[in-house]
Antibody, heavy 123, light 107 residues
Framework: DVHLVESGGDLVQPGGSLRLSCPASGFTLSSCTMSWVRQAPGRGLEWVSSISAASSAGSTTYYAESVKGRFTISRDNSKNTLYLQMDSLRADDTAVYYC?????????????WGQGTLVTVSS | DIQMTQSPSTLSASVGDRITITCRASRDISDWLAWYQQKPGKAPKVLIHKVSRLQSGVSSRFSGSGSGTEFTLTITSLQPDDFATYYCHQYNIYSPTFGQGTKVEIK
């Protein structure tokens, strides 16, 4: 069974940084596109970032305009873990952040999700 | 970005009803359309991908149709467990985008 468990969410001041982690089990994380999707309190779903499956040419990263230049998605294949480094955090980054496994396409349909981790940006 | 517009935003229905949710894309997304169900405090769960392909383990009471820019999710014989929020999602190109959601409430 596919299992994703996000961690690293916390209360952080504006301008601060956080790193979210998402260890995966039940599949090889580097074999598919992996993504972060967030949901602000009481709001809908917003795609944040994706990293394509590993290939001989490497991987490609993608970012929403709202986080480009501030967030960095990465993957540690030896730990089968996905990360999201979040810098220069703003109040409107407050949300539950989900990691999501792709279905093999790129962009992917998100066929498995973690339970989410809450990031609160506030002074 | 491709905008996804769902209607209605809220839908009141009774157990046993047949309901339809519509999703319109701001431009042609071919068949790169998925539907998710989300319950309060829980992660979304994919129901349908590629417009009409039922995800493994999902009830056949859920079905999807459409192409290009207009898509529908239909739920037949609504069950108590179906009261939730539903989102469409286009994955034709980056940036992937979601509809704003349709909350299905008990009438």
């Amino acid at each position: 069974d596919v299992h994703l468990v996000e961690s690293g969410g916390d209360l952080v001041q504006p301008g601060g940084s956080l790193r979210l982690s998402c260890p995966a089990s039940g599949f090889t994380l580097s074999s598919c596109t992996m993504s972060w999707v967030r949901q602000a309190p009481g709001r809908g779903l917003e795609w944040v970032s994706s990293i394509s499956a590993a290939s001989s040419a490497g991987s490609t990263t993608y970012y929403a305009e709202s986080v480009k230049g501030r967030f960095t998605i990465s993957r540690d294949n030896s730990k089968n873990t996905l990360y999201l480094q979040m810098d220069s955090l703003r109040a409107d980054d407050t949300a539950v952040y989900y990691c999501a496994k792709g279905d093999g396409y790129n962009p992917p349909c998100f066929d498995s999700w973690g339970q989410g981790t809450l990031v609160t940006v506030s002074s | 970005d491709i905008q996804m517009t769902q209607s209605p935003s809220t839908l009141s229905a009774s157990v046993g009803d047949r309901i339809t949710i519509t999703c319109r894309a701001s431009r042609d997304i071919s068949d790169w359309l998925a539907w998710y169900q989300q319950k309060p405090g829980k992660a979304p769960k994919v129901l349908i991908h590629k417009v009409s392909r039922l995800q493994s383990g999902v009830s056949s009471r859920f079905s999807g149709s459409g192409s290009g820019t207009e898509f529908t999710l239909t739920i037949t014989s609504l069950q108590p467990d179906d009261f939730a929020t539903y989102y469409c999602h286009q994955y034709n190109i980056y940036s992937p985008t979601f509809g704003q959601g349709t909350k299905v409430e008990i009438k």
